[in-house]
Protein backbone atom coordinates (compact mmCIF):
# COMPACT_ATOMS: atom_id res chain seq x y z
CA UNK A 1 0.00 0.00 0.00
CA UNK A 2 1.64 3.61 -0.87
CA UNK A 3 1.75 6.41 1.69
CA UNK A 4 -1.18 7.60 -0.29
CA UNK A 5 -3.68 4.84 -0.40
CA UNK A 6 -2.74 4.66 3.48
CA UNK A 7 -3.91 8.82 3.87
CA UNK A 8 -7.19 7.52 1.79
CA UNK A 9 -7.86 4.48 4.03
CA UNK A 10 -7.73 6.24 7.17
CA UNK A 11 -5.17 3.57 8.78
CA UNK A 12 -3.40 5.24 11.94
CA UNK A 13 0.12 6.83 9.88
CA UNK A 14 3.43 6.81 11.11
CA UNK A 15 5.79 9.10 9.45
CA UNK A 16 9.41 9.55 10.24
CA UNK A 17 12.15 12.12 9.59
CA UNK A 18 15.87 11.88 7.36
CA UNK A 19 17.90 15.02 7.53
CA UNK A 20 20.61 14.66 4.40
CA UNK A 21 24.11 14.46 4.74
CA UNK A 22 26.24 17.90 4.37
CA UNK A 23 28.51 16.33 2.25
CA UNK A 24 27.52 13.50 -0.93
CA UNK A 25 28.01 10.85 0.90
CA UNK A 26 24.57 8.74 -0.01
CA UNK A 27 26.00 5.55 1.45
CA UNK A 28 25.10 7.78 4.96
CA UNK A 29 20.95 7.69 3.32
CA UNK A 30 20.80 3.86 2.43
CA UNK A 31 22.64 3.08 6.34
CA UNK A 32 19.88 6.05 7.93
CA UNK A 33 17.18 4.35 5.75
CA UNK A 34 17.14 0.72 7.32
CA UNK A 35 16.01 2.04 10.36
CA UNK A 36 12.83 3.38 9.03
CA UNK A 37 12.46 0.04 6.78
CA UNK A 38 9.06 -1.45 7.34
CA UNK A 39 8.71 0.36 10.45
CA UNK A 40 7.02 3.91 9.32
CA UNK A 41 4.59 4.85 6.79
CA UNK A 42 7.46 6.98 4.42
CA UNK A 43 9.60 9.18 5.70
CA UNK A 44 10.33 13.09 5.68
CA UNK A 45 13.57 14.40 3.43
CA UNK A 46 14.16 17.95 4.90
CA UNK A 47 15.34 20.31 1.88
CA UNK A 48 18.40 22.30 3.57
CA UNK A 49 16.94 22.87 6.98
CA UNK A 50 17.73 25.78 8.71
CA UNK A 51 19.00 27.34 5.61
CA UNK A 52 22.31 25.14 6.03
CA UNK A 53 23.10 23.28 2.47
CA UNK A 54 22.61 19.52 2.16
CA UNK A 55 22.71 16.50 0.20
CA UNK A 56 19.34 17.83 -2.63
CA UNK A 57 16.14 16.51 -0.90
CA UNK A 58 15.01 15.75 -4.88
CA UNK A 59 18.57 13.38 -4.90
CA UNK A 60 18.09 12.21 -1.29
CA UNK A 61 14.27 11.02 -2.14
CA UNK A 62 15.18 9.19 -4.82
CA UNK A 63 17.80 7.48 -3.02
CA UNK A 64 15.39 6.22 -0.17
CA UNK A 65 13.38 4.64 -3.14
CA UNK A 66 15.87 2.94 -4.28
CA UNK A 67 16.19 1.38 -0.84
CA UNK A 68 12.39 0.60 -0.37
CA UNK A 69 11.45 3.36 1.69
CA UNK A 70 8.54 5.94 0.91
CA UNK A 71 9.97 9.26 0.71
CA UNK A 72 7.92 12.54 1.18
CA UNK A 73 9.92 15.01 -0.24
CA UNK A 74 9.97 18.17 1.36
CA UNK A 75 9.93 21.56 -1.05
CA UNK A 76 10.64 24.91 0.13
CA UNK A 77 10.37 28.30 -1.30
CA UNK A 78 13.36 29.71 -0.09
CA UNK A 79 16.03 29.11 -2.87
CA UNK A 80 13.43 28.33 -5.62
CA UNK A 81 11.73 30.98 -8.31
CA UNK A 82 8.57 29.65 -9.76
CA UNK A 83 10.64 28.43 -12.62
CA UNK A 84 13.23 25.79 -10.97
CA UNK A 85 10.29 24.80 -8.22
CA UNK A 86 8.06 23.76 -11.25
CA UNK A 87 11.15 21.94 -12.89
CA UNK A 88 11.87 20.24 -9.61
CA UNK A 89 8.70 19.03 -9.23
CA UNK A 90 8.79 17.43 -12.70
CA UNK A 91 11.99 15.72 -12.15
CA UNK A 92 10.56 14.22 -8.92
CA UNK A 93 7.51 12.77 -10.49
CA UNK A 94 9.52 11.44 -13.55
CA UNK A 95 11.59 10.38 -10.73
CA UNK A 96 8.89 8.53 -9.16
CA UNK A 97 8.61 10.54 -6.15
CA UNK A 98 4.88 10.90 -5.17
CA UNK A 99 4.77 12.75 -1.88
CA UNK A 100 5.44 16.22 -1.44
CA UNK A 101 5.38 18.64 1.77
CA UNK A 102 5.05 22.02 0.85
CA UNK A 103 7.01 24.96 2.86
CA UNK A 104 7.92 28.17 3.02
CA UNK A 105 11.08 28.01 4.19
CA UNK A 106 13.51 29.05 7.27
CA UNK A 107 14.69 32.36 6.61
CA UNK A 108 18.16 32.24 5.17
CA UNK A 109 19.21 34.61 8.57
CA UNK A 110 19.20 31.30 10.30
CA UNK A 111 21.57 29.18 7.97
CA UNK A 112 25.46 29.69 8.03
CA UNK A 113 25.71 31.73 4.65
CA UNK A 114 22.86 34.62 5.75
CA UNK A 115 24.01 36.89 3.33
CA UNK A 116 22.87 35.04 0.45
CA UNK A 117 19.76 36.11 -1.45
CA UNK A 118 16.36 34.79 -0.11
CA UNK A 119 13.81 33.93 -3.07
CA UNK A 120 10.40 33.38 -1.64
CA UNK A 121 8.93 34.04 -5.14
CA UNK A 122 5.79 31.75 -3.70
CA UNK A 123 5.00 31.42 -0.09
CA UNK A 124 3.78 27.81 0.90
CA UNK A 125 0.43 28.65 -0.01
CA UNK A 126 1.12 29.47 -3.73
CA UNK A 127 3.19 26.70 -3.52
CA UNK A 128 0.16 24.10 -2.65
CA UNK A 129 -2.35 25.88 -5.48
CA UNK A 130 0.78 25.55 -7.99
CA UNK A 131 1.05 21.77 -7.03
CA UNK A 132 -2.47 21.19 -7.49
CA UNK A 133 -2.48 23.14 -10.51
CA UNK A 134 0.19 21.04 -11.83
CA UNK A 135 -1.89 17.30 -10.77
CA UNK A 136 -4.33 18.79 -12.97
CA UNK A 137 -2.42 19.03 -15.82
CA UNK A 138 -1.21 22.60 -15.82
CA UNK A 139 1.94 24.20 -15.52
CA UNK A 140 1.34 27.74 -13.78
CA UNK A 141 1.94 29.31 -17.85
CA UNK A 142 -1.32 27.56 -18.04
CA UNK A 143 0.63 25.54 -20.86
CA UNK A 144 -0.81 21.78 -20.84
CA UNK A 145 1.23 19.32 -20.25
CA UNK A 146 1.54 15.46 -21.49
CA UNK A 147 1.96 13.70 -18.74
CA UNK A 148 0.58 14.51 -15.77
CA UNK A 149 1.81 13.89 -12.21
CA UNK A 150 0.08 12.73 -9.52
CA UNK A 151 1.48 14.46 -6.42
CA UNK A 152 0.14 13.63 -2.60
CA UNK A 153 0.56 17.18 -0.93
CA UNK A 154 1.21 17.86 2.32
CA UNK A 155 1.57 20.91 4.60
CA UNK A 156 3.05 22.24 7.62
CA UNK A 157 1.45 23.93 10.68
CA UNK A 158 2.27 25.59 14.05
CA UNK A 159 -0.74 24.86 16.54
CA UNK A 160 1.57 26.78 19.20
CA UNK A 161 2.15 30.44 17.29
CA UNK A 162 -0.14 33.24 18.40
CA UNK A 163 -2.60 33.91 17.58
CA UNK A 164 -4.57 30.84 17.47
CA UNK A 165 -7.44 32.56 15.35
CA UNK A 166 -4.83 33.15 12.49
CA UNK A 167 -3.06 29.94 12.82
CA UNK A 168 -6.61 28.71 12.11
CA UNK A 169 -7.14 30.84 8.88
CA UNK A 170 -4.19 29.71 7.69
CA UNK A 171 -4.57 26.51 7.82
CA UNK A 172 -7.97 26.27 6.66
CA UNK A 173 -6.23 28.43 2.98
CA UNK A 174 -3.87 25.58 3.06
CA UNK A 175 -6.39 23.03 2.90
CA UNK A 176 -8.38 24.58 0.48
CA UNK A 177 -5.27 25.20 -1.66
CA UNK A 178 -4.99 21.75 -1.70
CA UNK A 179 -2.89 20.23 1.18
CA UNK A 180 -3.99 16.70 1.54
CA UNK A 181 -2.37 15.51 4.83
CA UNK A 182 -1.28 18.15 7.62
CA UNK A 183 2.18 17.45 9.63
CA UNK A 184 2.43 20.02 13.17
CA UNK A 185 5.57 21.18 14.69
CA UNK A 186 6.53 18.94 17.68
CA UNK A 187 3.94 18.96 20.44
CA UNK A 188 5.85 19.69 23.97
CA UNK A 189 2.96 20.76 25.44
CA UNK A 190 -0.06 18.58 25.10
CA UNK A 191 -3.12 20.98 26.69
CA UNK A 192 -2.15 23.72 23.72
CA UNK A 193 -2.16 21.35 21.23
CA UNK A 194 -5.78 19.68 22.18
CA UNK A 195 -7.40 23.05 22.00
CA UNK A 196 -6.07 24.01 18.63
CA UNK A 197 -7.29 20.17 17.89
CA UNK A 198 -10.61 20.98 19.27
CA UNK A 199 -10.82 23.97 17.10
CA UNK A 200 -9.55 22.47 13.85
CA UNK A 201 -12.50 19.37 14.40
CA UNK A 202 -14.59 22.18 14.97
CA UNK A 203 -14.48 23.76 11.63
CA UNK A 204 -14.42 20.61 9.93
CA UNK A 205 -10.75 20.57 8.71
CA UNK A 206 -9.50 16.92 10.04
CA UNK A 207 -12.40 15.40 7.62
CA UNK A 208 -10.47 17.26 4.80
CA UNK A 209 -6.68 16.59 5.69
CA UNK A 210 -4.85 13.77 7.72
CA UNK A 211 -3.73 15.61 10.43
CA UNK A 212 -0.61 14.16 11.90
CA UNK A 213 1.30 15.19 15.34
CA UNK A 214 4.81 15.79 15.39
CA UNK A 215 6.57 14.43 17.95
CA UNK A 216 10.13 15.06 18.76
CA UNK A 217 12.10 12.76 21.16
CA UNK A 218 15.42 14.94 22.51
CA UNK A 219 18.63 13.27 23.68
CA UNK A 220 19.15 15.24 26.80
CA UNK A 221 17.99 18.48 28.18
CA UNK A 222 20.33 20.44 26.42
CA UNK A 223 18.19 20.20 23.34
CA UNK A 224 14.88 21.80 24.83
CA UNK A 225 16.85 24.72 26.21
CA UNK A 226 18.05 25.13 22.89
CA UNK A 227 14.87 24.60 21.13
CA UNK A 228 12.94 26.63 23.49
CA UNK A 229 15.36 29.92 23.10
CA UNK A 230 16.62 29.55 19.62
CA UNK A 231 13.64 27.74 17.81
CA UNK A 232 10.56 30.78 17.53
CA UNK A 233 6.91 29.57 17.38
CA UNK A 234 7.88 26.62 20.14
CA UNK A 235 6.36 26.02 23.16
CA UNK A 236 7.72 23.97 25.83
CA UNK A 237 6.02 22.32 28.97
CA UNK A 238 8.27 23.19 32.17
CA UNK A 239 7.04 19.34 33.02
CA UNK A 240 8.60 18.11 30.00
CA UNK A 241 11.67 20.16 31.02
CA UNK A 242 11.24 19.07 34.97
CA UNK A 243 11.41 15.24 33.93
CA UNK A 244 14.67 15.24 31.89
CA UNK A 245 16.63 17.75 34.06
CA UNK A 246 15.84 15.29 37.40
CA UNK A 247 16.25 11.96 34.69
CA UNK A 248 19.13 9.82 35.64
CA UNK A 249 19.45 8.52 31.82
CA UNK A 250 18.16 11.42 30.14
CA UNK A 251 18.03 9.13 26.67
CA UNK A 252 16.15 6.69 27.96
CA UNK A 253 13.99 9.66 29.94
CA UNK A 254 13.16 11.35 26.87
CA UNK A 255 12.55 8.15 24.64
CA UNK A 256 9.87 7.61 27.50
CA UNK A 257 8.35 10.99 27.02
CA UNK A 258 7.95 10.24 23.58
CA UNK A 259 6.14 6.80 23.68
CA UNK A 260 3.86 8.03 26.26
CA UNK A 261 3.37 11.56 24.29
CA UNK A 262 2.25 8.76 20.94
CA UNK A 263 -0.18 7.14 23.45
CA UNK A 264 -1.85 10.54 24.62
CA UNK A 265 -1.75 12.19 20.75
CA UNK A 266 -3.53 8.51 19.61
CA UNK A 267 -6.42 9.42 22.08
CA UNK A 268 -7.40 12.93 20.95
CA UNK A 269 -10.28 13.30 18.37
CA UNK A 270 -9.24 14.01 15.21
CA UNK A 271 -5.41 13.11 14.71
CA UNK A 272 -4.79 10.64 12.68
CA UNK A 273 -1.21 9.76 12.40
CA UNK A 274 2.32 10.69 13.87
CA UNK A 275 5.25 12.48 12.30
CA UNK A 276 8.26 11.39 14.01
CA UNK A 277 10.87 13.76 13.99
CA UNK A 278 14.08 13.03 16.08
CA UNK A 279 17.09 14.92 15.31
CA UNK A 280 20.42 13.57 13.92
CA UNK A 281 18.86 10.41 16.13
CA UNK A 282 17.55 8.52 13.42
CA UNK A 283 18.08 5.13 15.55
CA UNK A 284 15.95 5.66 18.04
CA UNK A 285 12.06 5.61 15.70
CA UNK A 286 12.15 1.91 15.50
CA UNK A 287 12.44 1.63 19.06
CA UNK A 288 9.60 4.23 19.68
CA UNK A 289 7.12 2.82 17.15
CA UNK A 290 7.68 -0.58 19.19
CA UNK A 291 7.64 0.76 22.48
CA UNK A 292 4.46 2.82 21.79
CA UNK A 293 2.37 -0.29 20.24
CA UNK A 294 1.99 0.69 16.71
CA UNK A 295 3.11 -2.47 15.70
CA UNK A 296 5.07 -2.93 12.01
CA UNK A 297 3.66 -2.44 8.92
CA UNK B 1 -12.25 24.11 -10.86
CA UNK B 2 -11.09 27.43 -11.85
CA UNK B 3 -7.15 27.76 -10.73
CA UNK B 4 -6.53 31.61 -11.37
CA UNK B 5 -4.03 32.56 -8.87
CA UNK B 6 -1.46 34.15 -10.65
CA UNK B 7 -1.48 37.68 -11.46
CA UNK B 8 -1.91 38.58 -15.85
CA UNK B 9 0.67 40.80 -17.10
CA UNK B 10 -1.74 41.59 -19.76
CA UNK B 11 -2.15 44.20 -21.12
CA UNK B 12 1.48 45.06 -21.14
CA UNK B 13 2.72 48.24 -19.65
CA UNK B 14 3.46 50.44 -22.47
CA UNK B 15 6.40 53.29 -21.98
CA UNK B 16 3.66 55.84 -21.82
CA UNK B 17 2.19 54.64 -19.08
CA UNK B 18 5.18 53.85 -17.12
CA UNK B 19 6.02 57.60 -16.77
CA UNK B 20 2.02 58.13 -16.22
CA UNK B 21 2.87 55.02 -13.30
CA UNK B 22 6.22 57.43 -11.99
CA UNK B 23 3.68 60.34 -11.51
CA UNK B 24 1.23 58.56 -9.34
CA UNK B 25 4.13 56.69 -7.84
CA UNK B 26 4.93 60.59 -5.91
CA UNK B 27 1.35 59.79 -4.57
CA UNK B 28 1.65 56.65 -3.33
CA UNK B 29 5.40 58.06 -1.85
CA UNK B 30 3.56 60.78 0.02
CA UNK B 31 0.68 59.30 0.97
CA UNK B 32 1.06 55.22 1.05
CA UNK B 33 4.36 55.08 2.81
CA UNK B 34 3.73 56.79 5.33
CA UNK B 35 0.52 55.46 6.46
CA UNK B 36 0.60 52.11 5.19
CA UNK B 37 4.08 51.57 4.97
CA UNK B 38 3.79 50.39 1.42
CA UNK B 39 6.49 49.05 -0.53
CA UNK B 40 5.59 49.50 -3.88
CA UNK B 41 4.74 46.11 -5.11
CA UNK B 42 2.29 47.35 -7.10
CA UNK B 43 -0.52 44.81 -6.70
CA UNK B 44 -1.51 46.33 -3.93
CA UNK B 45 -3.73 43.80 -1.22
CA UNK B 46 -3.90 46.44 1.56
CA UNK B 47 -7.30 45.81 1.52
CA UNK B 48 -7.56 42.31 2.82
CA UNK B 49 -4.41 43.34 4.84
CA UNK B 50 -6.26 45.44 7.55
CA UNK B 51 -4.34 48.57 5.74
CA UNK B 52 -0.82 47.23 7.02
CA UNK B 53 1.34 46.35 3.97
CA UNK B 54 2.01 42.40 4.22
CA UNK B 55 5.27 42.90 2.56
CA UNK B 56 7.43 44.26 4.91
CA UNK B 57 7.70 40.79 6.00
CA UNK B 58 11.16 39.66 5.64
CA UNK B 59 9.42 36.83 3.27
CA UNK B 60 7.20 39.09 1.88
CA UNK B 61 4.65 36.34 2.53
CA UNK B 62 0.89 37.24 0.97
CA UNK B 63 -1.08 35.15 2.51
CA UNK B 64 -0.42 34.99 6.46
CA UNK B 65 2.33 34.62 9.03
CA UNK B 66 4.88 32.27 8.77
CA UNK B 67 5.55 29.44 11.49
CA UNK B 68 8.23 31.62 13.47
CA UNK B 69 5.79 33.91 15.16
CA UNK B 70 7.57 34.05 18.81
CA UNK B 71 6.71 35.21 22.16
CA UNK B 72 4.07 38.22 22.08
CA UNK B 73 4.38 38.34 18.33
CA UNK B 74 7.59 39.49 17.42
CA UNK B 75 9.16 38.27 14.32
CA UNK B 76 11.50 35.42 13.87
CA UNK B 77 13.94 37.42 11.65
CA UNK B 78 14.03 40.35 13.26
CA UNK B 79 13.51 39.85 17.00
CA UNK B 80 13.04 43.38 17.67
CA UNK B 81 10.48 44.06 15.23
CA UNK B 82 6.52 42.89 15.31
CA UNK B 83 5.34 40.15 12.85
CA UNK B 84 3.95 41.98 10.48
CA UNK B 85 0.71 39.75 10.28
CA UNK B 86 0.42 39.28 13.86
CA UNK B 87 -0.42 42.91 13.63
CA UNK B 88 -2.69 42.54 10.45
CA UNK B 89 -4.63 39.78 12.57
CA UNK B 90 -5.69 42.19 15.05
CA UNK B 91 -6.55 45.15 13.83
CA UNK B 92 -8.55 43.31 11.09
CA UNK B 93 -10.48 41.80 14.03
CA UNK B 94 -10.36 45.34 15.50
CA UNK B 95 -11.86 46.37 11.96
CA UNK B 96 -14.36 43.57 11.58
CA UNK B 97 -12.07 42.68 8.63
CA UNK B 98 -11.34 38.79 9.75
CA UNK B 99 -13.38 37.32 6.28
CA UNK B 100 -10.81 39.35 3.99
CA UNK B 101 -7.96 37.23 5.65
CA UNK B 102 -9.67 33.82 4.70
CA UNK B 103 -9.06 35.37 0.78
CA UNK B 104 -6.08 33.52 -1.46
CA UNK B 105 -3.99 36.38 -2.52
CA UNK B 106 -2.53 35.87 -5.88
CA UNK B 107 1.49 34.62 -6.88
CA UNK B 108 3.29 38.43 -7.45
CA UNK B 109 4.13 39.81 -10.80
CA UNK B 110 7.57 40.92 -10.35
CA UNK B 111 6.64 43.08 -13.53
CA UNK B 112 4.54 45.25 -11.48
CA UNK B 113 7.06 45.86 -9.00
CA UNK B 114 7.59 49.74 -8.55
CA UNK B 115 4.15 50.59 -10.35
CA UNK B 116 1.48 52.51 -9.22
CA UNK B 117 -1.20 50.48 -8.02
CA UNK B 118 -4.09 52.18 -8.83
CA UNK B 119 -3.40 51.86 -12.44
CA UNK B 120 -3.18 48.38 -12.22
CA UNK B 121 -6.75 47.70 -11.27
CA UNK B 122 -7.73 50.27 -13.70
CA UNK B 123 -6.26 48.35 -16.14
CA UNK B 124 -7.50 45.05 -14.66
CA UNK B 125 -4.27 43.45 -14.06
CA UNK B 126 -5.33 43.15 -10.87
CA UNK B 127 -8.78 43.32 -9.08
CA UNK B 128 -10.08 46.58 -7.03
CA UNK B 129 -10.01 46.64 -3.22
CA UNK B 130 -12.55 46.18 -1.24
CA UNK B 131 -13.16 49.26 1.39
CA UNK B 132 -16.14 48.30 3.28
CA UNK B 133 -16.86 44.27 4.80
CA UNK B 134 -20.45 44.46 5.99
CA UNK B 135 -21.44 41.46 8.35
CA UNK B 136 -17.94 40.24 8.82
CA UNK B 137 -18.90 37.32 11.27
CA UNK B 138 -21.65 36.21 8.82
CA UNK B 139 -19.36 36.14 6.27
CA UNK B 140 -16.44 33.86 8.15
CA UNK B 141 -19.56 31.31 8.87
CA UNK B 142 -20.59 31.53 5.29
CA UNK B 143 -17.07 30.51 3.53
CA UNK B 144 -16.49 27.59 6.72
CA UNK B 145 -19.85 26.36 6.14
CA UNK B 146 -19.47 26.63 2.38
CA UNK B 147 -16.72 24.01 2.66
CA UNK B 148 -18.94 21.91 4.37
CA UNK B 149 -21.95 22.03 1.71
CA UNK B 150 -19.50 21.36 -0.90
CA UNK B 151 -17.93 18.20 0.88
CA UNK B 152 -21.62 16.55 0.80
Request: aromatic share 8%; proline share 5%.
Given at each position: ?????????????????????????????????????????????????????????????????????????????????????????????????????????????????????????????????????????????????????????????NPFAEPLEMRLIR??????????????????D??L??HW???????????????????????????????????PGVK?????????????????????????????????????????????????????????????? | ???????????????????????????????????????????????????????????????GP?GGTGEGGTCE?????KC?WYRIYY??K???????????????????????????????????????????????????????????
Amino acid sequence: MTFKEKIESGKFIICGEICPPKSCDGDILREKSKYFKGVVDAVNITDNQTALVRLSSLASAKILLEEGVEPIMQMTCRDRNRIAIQSDLLGAAALGIQNLLCLTGDHQKFGDQPEAKGVFDLDSIQLLATVAKMNSGFLLSEQEMKKVPDFLIGAAANPFAEPLEMRLIRLHKKVKAGARFIQTQPVFDMDLFAHWMEKVVEMGLHEKCAILAGVMPVKSVKALYHMKKEVPGVKINDEYIRRLENASDPKEEGKNVAVEMIRTLRTIHGVRGIHLMPVMWESITPVIVQEAGLGTI
Amino acid sequence: MSFDFVTSGKPPISPREKKFSRLLLLFEDLVKVPIFGCQHCGECILSSTAFICSQRCPKRLRNGPCGGTGEGGTCEVYPDRKCVWYRIYYRSKFLNRLSMLYKLNKIHNWNLEGTASWLNVFKKRIGAPIFFVRGDKQKVKEILSDDIQRKN
